[in-house]
């Protein structure tokens, strides 16, 4: 969670609704308290902020980031091999051109 000046992801967490959740968070992760800090993440927010879930689910927040205007995107895809993750980003990839042509249609 960064420092306790300067932590962009807390800043960010903060103007979004989670003011109080992550100040909390980054108060016991910075005491090295990690499993209560961790503890303290609602799951809406995990949702919200990463492309995870059922291939709708990533396609829902695939749909809100571009109605939100984001271009690019930074991801890190899970899993234990190469070929795991090559496997789901390829997935990523196919539901960003699905949600493009949706868009392209209308």
């Known amino acids: 969670m960064g ?10 967490y903060q103007r979004t609704g989670y003011a109080e959740m992550a100040l909390q968070v980054q108060d016991l992760w910075l005491k090295r308290q990690r499993e209560a800090a961790i503890a303290l993440i ?7 902020t990463n492309l995870i879930g059922t291939k ?21 895809p899970d899993g234990q091999t190469l070929h795991k993750r090559l496997t789901i980003l390829a ?6 051109n699905e949600v493009n042509a949706e868009t ?3």
Do not use: C, F, W
Request: glycine fraction near 4%; hydrophobic fraction near 40%.
């Open 56 to 76: 709708e689910m990533v396609r829902e927040r695939l749909r809100a980031h571009q109605r939100a205007g984001v271009t690019t995107l930074r991801v890190a």
């Open 91 to 96: 997935q990523l990839i196919d539901l960003v």
């Open 3 to 12: 420092s306790r000046q300067h932590n962009l992801y807390n800043e960010v």
């Open 42 to 48: 609602p799951d809406d927010l995990v949702l919200k």
């Open 104 to 106: 392209n249609e209308g």
